[in-house]
């Protein structure tokens, strides 16, 4: 998710480092190829993979020299969890051998950290946070000198330069506590460039927080829906989302089914729903039109409103029913346990 959230945001012509074994498919090496990939092997690939990693180092030093951004995701390993590991020492190996070539004279290195709301469900937020930049050139003699000692320096400022820019929590075992904390505060509408510092100052002092998945500012705004027009709402919402929803969920059940790991799963749905959604519009216009021509229009009228106006609605019309009162009532009394935990 990463990759694609930073391939389509940063103004500057992108390439990546990724792990070599899932680049060993010879039917696929043209995506990776045309989505600027560069395979990276590991101690666990084996020796003969390892090798490889001279053609890759050759690669990167181009794509420098180009004048291209190269993203190196400096922790080494994947891993869903709002918790800033030590960063590997690979990237400083690139960045100073690219230098020794002499084809460029600077070679600034860029700390950006990507934070989700949740990397698996769809819905939440993603923010890419920029921090401080580090110019590699200046340790040049350094590292010509004392390299291990270098690249151990480079790495640890690279490090702190990188904590700025993540939820870090030092205590990954309080996080289902964290993301509950994250959820009922999500609901506040906070701006949306404010909601990484509010998360990271949730994350800094949670120990701080007497709260747990009982608390009732966590649980009070997920109650079941009351009386007769609740559950009409709730219907009406729930055809609403699922007729439109079904190649989201068609997308989740096939990228479960071809990858084990949740962590490189979000790509893949989120390709696969890219496909399947028009496909899936345009079967229900069909089907529509083949019906009544005037069921197809208001077919594709009800959808662009669903997308488009949906959420505008639902925040500025909320109060207008039974349950949106009772919500928003809720959501005011939540906003004074939040600042009273965050205060304690």
């Known amino acids: 998710m990463e990759a694609c ?19 060993k498919s010879r039917r696929l090496l043209w ?56 960063p590997q020492m690979g990237f400083g190996r690139i960045a100073f051998g690219a230098l020794s070539r002499k084809c460029i004279d600077a070679l600034p290195i860029t700390a950006i950290g990507v934070n ?4 698996t469900i769809g819905g939440g937020y993603a923010v ?8 590699s050139s200046e340790y040049l003699k350094d590292y010509q000198q004392q390299p291990r000692e270098t690249l151990k320096l480079c790495t640890q400022r690279i490090h702190e330069m990188m904590r700025p820019c993540v939820i870090h929590l030092e205590d990954s075992s309080r996080e289902p506590v964290l993301n509950d904390i994250i959820d009922s505060a999500e609901i506040l509408m906070i701006d949306m460039h404010q909601r990484v510092l509010r998360d990271q100052q949730f994350a800094d002092q949670i120990d701080d927080l007497q709260v747990d998945h009982s608390s009732s500012a966590i649980k009070r705004v997920c109650r079941p829906p009351q009386g007769a027009m609740e559950q009409l709402q709730n219907v009406l919402l729930m055809l609403c989302h699922f007729s439109i929803g079904i190649p989201s969920i068609v997308s989740r059940r096939m990228a479960e089914h071809l990858i084990d790991q949740p962590e490189f799963s979000a790509p893949l749905r989120i390709g696969l729903a890219i496909i399947l ?22 077919a594709v009228m009800m959808t662009v409103l669903y997308l488009v106006l949906w959420k505008v609605a639902a ?4 109060e207008i029913f039974p349950r949106g009162r009772a919500h928003y009532q809720d959501v005011a009394d939540l906003q004074k346990d939040i600042n009273q935990l965050m205060l304690s």
């Open 5 to 23: 959230l930073l391939a389509c945001f940063l103004p500057r012509s992108v390439y990546f480092l990724t792990r070599g074994d899932v680049m």
């Open 31 to 86: 995506f990776f190829r045309n989505t600027h990939q560069i395979p990276i092997y590991r101690f666990r690939d084996g020796y003969s993979d390892m090798r490889k990693n001279v053609e890759s180092f050759r690669q990167c030093y181009e794509v420098l020299e180009n004048g291209a951004t190269l993203v190196i995701f400096v922790e080494g390993s994947t891993s869903m969890v709002k918790q800033l590991r030590v």
């Open 116 to 119: 989700f709301q949740s990397a």
């Open 128 to 135: 890419i946070k920029i921090g401080e930049t580090l110019e």
């Open 277 to 298: 959604f028009p496909i899936w519009l345009g079967t229900i216009y069909l089907v529509s039109y083949s019906i009544d021509p005037r069921l197809a229009a208001f």
């Open 315 to 318: 925040q500025h019309c909320a």
